[in-house]
């Protein structure tokens, strides 16, 4: 009797040993990346104190192929397809679904009279994903996506704040960041037997989202900034003057050249819709709003000193600047969105992220964009010929 239990025991062990090394087979030769895990879904209530301006019930959900946005058509005839990558200001993390700036551009150009393409936006951008990590993503989401007409890119503001944080380097290497830390799915990193380390447990979470489609809910979303806004404003070091930028503009420059000719590689329009932020002489209670520009990550350290507003404007227009000078100097257009949304704490809830009505003034200019570019270039490719992920 204990020799047949050890035996069934053993060839459990092994059965299970056996489908570990082939699931980790799988991952690895499918090489998928994804910023959202496909078909998950998120509930959060955000902290009211914290962002009295904001609907507290926020709605994140993604489609199969990662993806922050509806379910693509099956056959996908006559869309539209358009992917936003970024930073925080278009993910919108603190935005319902429906109130993002892509879904509110989603809504308008589905919305336009006589549309001959239904149009899918489809948002994969990341919190604090500076533009050298957007380039390698890109590399490896475009290629297996269903085609792509038009990229939409807003990037910039989160490699000023990825300067700061990391102390304002000298020199900054051309290499990109470690893309892992931006994605909730990749083949990336090292296995292990530990039961939320195995590739088992990956393809069983993807499994699950596909079949029952659990909702994660979370509660006090966001209720840190209320620390970071008095560490901000209790502060006593606050800078006037920043090093020489000219780092932080050389690669901004060289990394978004490199994006935009990825992102053609494998869409036919590429636009760059240029950052809005709060634009203005910042009142006392807009500065208390505010909690980033530190040196050093206010999420893992007390920073012992931050940058004022004048420095970061100023900062902004030279990275603006150099992003319309790459977009001229590589063919593709452009979209200043600051005339769009009035710098007001109606339509911001800090210096760079926007309420629902700003996000709404975006979406919509950026949908007058698109249907402007699409009406000077009908032939954009047609979206049934790519590949699925599945």
Request: proline residues 7%.
């Amino acid at each position: 009797m204990i020799l047949e239990i050890t035996l069934i025991a053993g060839a459990a062990a092994a059965g299970l040993a056996t489908a570990e090394l082939l699931a980790r087979v799988h991952l690895k030769r499918k090489a998928e990346w994804f910023v959202h895990a496909p078909r998950s879904r998120t509930e959060n209530r955000l902290h009211a104190s914290a962002f009295p301006r904001l609907p507290q019930k926020v709605r994140i959900q993604a489609n199969r192929e990662g993806e922050r946005g509806g379910e693509l058509p099956r056959p996908p005839e006559q869309l539209y397809r358009v992917l936003v990558a970024g930073g925080s200001a278009a993910e919108c993390y603190m935005l319902d679904q429906a109130n993002s700036w892509p879904m509110v551009t989603e809504q308008i150009l589905n919305g336009t009279a006589g549309r001959r393409r239904l149009a899918h936006v489809g948002n994969m951008a990341c919190s604090l994903m500076p533009c050298r990590s957007v380039t390698p993503l890109i590399e490896k989401v475009l290629p297996r996506l269903r085609s792509v007409d038009v990229v939409v890119l807003m990037v910039g503001a989160s490699d000023l704040v990825d300067w700061f944080e990391r102390e304002t380097p000298a020199q900054i290497a051309n290499k990109p960041a470690h893309l892992q830390l931006f994605c909730s799915e990749h083949p990336g990193g090292r296995f292990t037997w530990k039961p939320s380390g195995t590739a088992l447990y990956r393809v069983c979470r993807r499994l699950k989202n596909r079949v029952l489609r659990p909702i994660v809910r979370n509660t006090d979303v966001g209720a840190s900034r209320l620390k970071h806004r008095t560490m901000r404003a209790t502060c006593q070091n606050m800078l006037t003057e920043s090093p020489d930028p000219a780092p932080l503009l050389e690669s901004f420059r060289f990394h978004l050249t490199a994006l935009i000719r990825s992102c053609e590689t494998n869409a036919a329009t590429v636009l760059l819709a240029r950052q809005p932020w709060l634009d203005t002489e910042v009142s006392a209670e807009q500065e208390l709003q505010l909690w980033n520009f530190g040196q050093g990550s206010p999420f893992r350290m007390q920073p012992e000193a931050y940058y004022s507003t004048k420095v970061v404007r100023k900062l902004m227009l030279e990275l603006d600047r150099v992003a319309q000078e790459v977009a001229q100097a590589e063919g593709v257009a452009s979209l200043d969105l600051r005339p769009e949304v009035p710098s007001d704490l109606d339509h911001y809830y800090d210096y760079l992220h926007h309420t629902p009505l700003g996000a709404q003034c975006i979406g919509a200019a950026i949908a007058s964009k698109l249907t402007e570019l699409e009406a000077d270039q009908p032939n954009l490719m047609p979206c049934a010929s790519g590949r699925s992920s599945e």
